[in-house]
C-alpha cells in the first residue's frame, strides 16, 4: 500500500491550503522587495545610508508582537525578518547607493605584505597579531615524539584524555577552578574555530550579538556568516576605551543571543575592570543571554584581568588557544569550555568539518600546559616592549595613545580628524616598508591603526620612528 | 544634519507600507505553520511519513512560476520555502510522527569504540575509514625538521608556495594536468573541510544537491548545516552500485545546484565506468551545475577511474587529501582545486573559521608528494586485502557483497531481508569484540555494512571470521 492508497481528501485538502498560502506568501515577498527598491532609489536620490538600526529595531518589535499574538515561534518570525532585511538591502544597494569599501583587516593586510615580501623587498612587519617569540622547546620536542610514535591517526572530535586532563589542570592551577568536567571542554583547531562554533551555537539567521568596538574582526565575520547581526556598542580613545556596563545594556534588542567580550582587548589592549566584567556578565545571565568571554590574550595582562571563571553565568562560552601566551600561533590549537549540552552543539559543528585537530599537535598542547616559564617570559618581554613601545610614540606629535594594560599591541589615534588610516597603511607600506593594520579593520576608526608588538624592540621602535617620519 | 531631517514624507510611507507587509507575511506564515500542524497530527494518526518529496517538488514549482511571474529573485523564493519546510518539518514531528533514529555515522561508531577500548578491553577495529598504514617516514621527517626550523607560524589561508607547487607538479605528473593555478588550489584541513567548504560555496539553504547513495555521510551533515537539501539517488547491490545516467538526470531538481561524485566510493568500493562520469559531468555542464568530485580513494582503484580532471565541465570543485593513499588521516591535510573565483570564495571560509593550516604539516604534505613508493605499496597491500577479504566474506552464506573495485572497504549486504545492521552491529561489538559501521549511516542500507580494511590481513580475517560466527 502506497502513501496515495492511505492519502484522505482531508489530506489533500489541507496540502491545497498550503500551497495557496506558500504562493500568497511569494507574492507579499514580491511586493516587500519592490518596496525596498524603492526605498533604495530614495536613499540614492538623497544620498542617506542603507543601515538604519531604528527602522530595523521596529520592525523586529512589530514582528515580536505579532509572533506572540498569533503562536508564532518567535525565532521563526525573527529568522524571516532576517532573511527579508538582508535581501532589501541587497536590493538597495543595487539602486546605487554607495558601496562600502572592502575593509583591510589584519589577514587582508597580511596576504598584501606576503606579496610584497615574495617581491624580494624586507618590511617592518607590524600588522600580524602574532608574538615573534619560539614555541616552547619542549612542545616541539613533543610534537616531534608524537610524530616518531605515530600519533598520526583520527581522534575522537573533543580532543585526546591526555589533553583534556591538562586543560583541567590549567584551569585549577591558573584560575582554581577545580569543577571542569571532560565534556565541557573542545579542543579546536585555533581559537578561530573555538570563536566561529560559539557563535554559530548561540545565534542563527535573524539573531544578534552585542560585540564591543574596536574589536577582533573574527566575531563579525562570523556572525555574517550565520546571517547574524553583530550589534556594536562603541567605546572610544577619549574614554579610555571603557565600555559602560549601562550602554552594553541598552544595547541589547529582543533577538539577541549572546554578548561577546575579550580582554586584555585586541586592538586596544584594554583591561576592562572586574566590577565592570561582572555587572555585564550579571546583565546577560539576567536575561538568560550567553556570555562569550575570549579570553586568548589572558597571559599578556598587566592590570587585574577579568575571566569567566570568577563569575560563571548559567550560560557562557570560554574561548581560548595557544597561539599567543604560548607563541603556537601556527601549531593551529585552541579549546573551549561551556556547559556540556553547548559543548556537545559547538563538538557536532567541528566534527561535521574538521573531525578532529592533528593528535601530535595536541600532545604538543598538552606539553604546552607545562611551560609556565615560557609563558612568564613572554609575557615580562610584551610588557617591555608595550612600554618602551608607549614612549617611542609619545613622541610622535600627530598621534595619541591610551597606554595598553595589556594584550600584544597597540592602538594609536591620529589627532586630526580627517586621517584615513587605509590610505595611511598603504602608504607607509609603500614609502617606508612598514606595515599596520588599518583601524577600519576593527570597527568604525579611520583615524587609528594597530601596531603589533610580535616584533623585537628594536624593530618596533624603528617601525615606529619611520610612522612618526611619515607623519612628521 | 541627521537622516530624520532628510527623510521626506516618501519615505516615511515606504516604510509604513514595508512594516505592514512584513506583518502580512507573518500573518500567512503563522497560518501556513497551523496548516502544517494540522497536516501532521494526520500523519500521526494515519502512520504516514513525514517527508514527502512530490509534495516538496510540487511546492518548490509553485513558488519558482511565482518568482518568474512577478519579477522576483528565484533563490529568495527558494531559501524562503527552505525556511517554511523546514519548519513545517519540525512542526510536524511535533505533532507524535514517529522520529528519526539517530544514525550510527562511522563517527558515532568511532566514539563508542573509542568508550570500550578505554575499559580496557581490546577490539578488532573495523569501523574507521582509514588506513593502519604509517604515515611515510620522509613527512614525519619533513614536518620535524620544519618544527625545528620554526615554521610554526601563521601563512597565508591558500597554503604555502612550496606546497602549492608541489601540488601542481602533483597534477601534472598523476593526470597530465598542466593548467592548475596557485589561486585555483586551497589547502585545507582534510578532505572533510574540503568537502563542506565546497558543499557551503555552491549550495545555500532552500538549495539542493544530489548525491548517489550509499555515500559519506559528511555530504548530508555539511548540506544540512547549510539548510540545503540531498537528493539522493540511489544504487543497490543487486545493480553492482552502479548509478544510471538517467536516474542522475531525473534527480535534479530546479533548486538543485551541484551534484557530488566520489570514486572509486565510500563504502561501496564501486568504482564508476569512464563513460557514465562523463555522461553525468555533462548533464551537470549543460544545466550549469556545479560536480563535486571527491578524489580521496583514487590511490585504490583497481578498474580505470574516472577524474574530474579529464572532463572539466565550467563549474567544478575537485576534492582530495593525504588522509587515505598516504595514510596521513590525523594530519588533517587536504586540498580543494576549482575555478579561481569558486576556488576565492571557499577560501573566505577557511579564511575566517581556520586561518590556516600548520605550516609544519604543509610541508610535510608537500613532501608527501614526493613518496610514490609508499603510496603504491598502500595500494598493492589493500588490493591483497580487497581480494582476500571478498574470499573470506564468500564463505558467510548470509551475506552477499559485490567486489570493491576500489577504496578501502567492503560493504556486504545480508541476505536476509529483515536484517537490522544497527543492532548487529552493536551485538556484533558487545559478543565479539568486532566493529563495522551500520548501513544505514551511509543512506537507507539496513541489510548492509561496512568493513573498513584499514587493519593487518590476519586481523581482517579473525573480524570476518567472528562476523560468520555471529550470522552462522
Redesign the interface.
Known amino acids: 500500500m502506497t502513501?496515495s492508497d492511505?492519502?484522505?481528501p482531508?489530506?489533500e485538502e489541507?496540502?491545497g491550503?498550503?500551497?495557496e498560502?506558500?504562493?500568497?506568501?511569494?507574492?507579499?515577498?514580491?511586493?516587500?522587495?519592490e518596496?525596498?527598491k524603492?526605498?533604495g532609489q530614495?536613499?540614492s536620490r538623497?544620498s542617506?545610508?542603507i543601515d538604519?538600526e531604528g527602522?530595523e529595531d521596529?520592525?523586529l518589535e512589530?514582528?515580536l508582537a505579532?509572533?506572540r499574538s498569533?503562536?508564532?515561534?518567535e525565532q521563526?518570525?525573527t529568522?524571516?525578518?532576517g532573511?527579508?532585511l538582508a535581501?532589501?538591502k541587497k536590493v538597495q544597494r543595487m539602486q546605487g547607493t554607495p558601496k562600502p569599501k572592502q575593509l583591510i583587516t589584519p589577514?587582508v593586510m597580511?596576504?598584501k605584505a606576503?606579496e610584497v615580501e615574495?617581491t624580494g623587498r624586507r618590511l617592518i612587519r607590524l600588522d600580524?597579531g602574532?608574538p615573534d617569540f619560539?614555541?616552547p622547546e619542549a612542545v616541539?620536542e613533543a610534537?616531534?615524539g608524537a610524530?616518531?610514535a605515530?600519533?598520526?591517526?583520527?581522534?575522537?572530535?573533543r580532543g585526546v584524555?591526555e589533553l583534556l586532563t591538562a586543560l583541567k589542570g590549567y584551569l585549577a592551577r591558573r584560575y582554581g577552578y577545580r569543577d571542569a568536567a571532560d565534556d565541557q571542554l573542545s579542543v579546536t583547531?585555533?581559537g578561530?574555530?573555538a570563536v566561529?562554533s560559539a557563535l554559530a551555537t548561540v545565534a542563527s539567521e535573524g539573531d544578534s550579538v552585542v560585540v564591543i568596538e574596536p574589536n577582533w574582526p573574527?566575531y563579525k565575520?562570523?556572525l555574517e556568516?550565520v546571517g547574524a547581526r553583530a550589534i556594536s556598542v562603541r567605546t572610544t580613545l577619549e574614554e579610555k576605551w571603557e565600555p559602560s556596563p549601562e550602554r552594553v545594556k541598552e544595547a541589547i534588542r529582543p533577538n539577541t543571543k549572546a554578548i561577546v567580550l575579550s580582554y586584555p582587548a585586541n586592538p586596544t589592549g584594554k583591561v576592562m575592570g572586574k566590577g565592570a566584567f561582572k555587572e555585564i556578565v550579571g546583565t546577560a545571565d539576567d536575561l538568560g543571554l550567553t556570555v562569550i568571554s575570549d579570553e586568548i590574550y589572558n597571559d599578556y595582562a598587566y592590570a587585574p584581568c577579568p575571566t569567566i571563571l570568577e563569575c560563571l553565568p548559567r550560560k557562557y562560552i570560554l574561548t581560548s588557544s595557544f597561539s599567543k601566551g604560548w607563541s603556537?600561533?601556527?601549531?593551529?590549537v585552541g579549546w573551549s569550555f561551556a556547559p556540556a549540552e553547548t559543548s556537545a552543539r559547538m563538538l557536532k559543528?567541528l566534527?561535521?568539518?574538521?573531525?578532529?585537530?592533528?593528535?601530535?599537535?595536541q600532545l604538543g598542547a598538552a606539553k604546552a600546559l607545562e611551560c609556565e616559564a615560557e609563558v612568564s617570559h613572554n609575557s615580562r618581554v610584551m610588557k617591555e616592549r608595550i612600554d618602551a613601545t608607549t614612549e617611542e610614540l609619545a613622541k610622535i606629535d600627530a598621534l595619541e595613545l591610551v597606554k595598553p594594560e595589556g594584550s600584544i599591541y597597540a592602538f594609536p589615534q591620529a589627532r586630526s580628524e580627517t586621517f584615513d588610516s587605509s590610505a595611511f597603511a598603504m602608504d607607509l607600506l609603500e614609502k617606508k616598508g612598514v606595515t599596520v593594520s588599518p583601524g577600519t579593520g576593527f570597527g568604525d576608526y579611520p583615524r587609528c591603526f594597530r601596531i603589533s608588538l610580535g616584533q623585537p624592540q628594536q624593530v618596533l621602535t624603528a617601525g615606529v620612528r619611520k610612522i612618526g617620519e611619515l607623519l612628521g
Not at 70 to 73: F, K, R, T, V, Y
Open positions: 502513501e492511505l492519502r484522505g482531508e489530506l489541507l496540502r491550503e498550503v500551497a498560502t506558500t504562493k500568497a506568501i511569494i507574492g507579499l515577498v514580491a511586493k516587500r522587495i518596496l525596498a524603492r526605498i530614495v536613499k538623497d542617506l545610508p538604519n527602522v521596529a520592525l512589530d514582528v505579532e509572533c498569533l503562536g508564532l515561534d521563526l518570525g529568522k524571516i525578518l532573511t527579508l535581501e532589501s589577514m597580511m596576504a606576503k615574495r600580524v602574532e619560539h614555541p616541539i610534537v616531534s610524530l616518531r605515530y600519533k598520526t591517526y583520527y581522534t575522537v572530535g584524555p583547531p585555533g578561530r574555530f566561529y573574527a565575520e562570523g556568516y603556537m600561533t601556527g601549531f593551529r559543528i566534527g561535521l568539518m574538521i573531525t578532529c585537530v592533528p593528535e601530535f599537535v
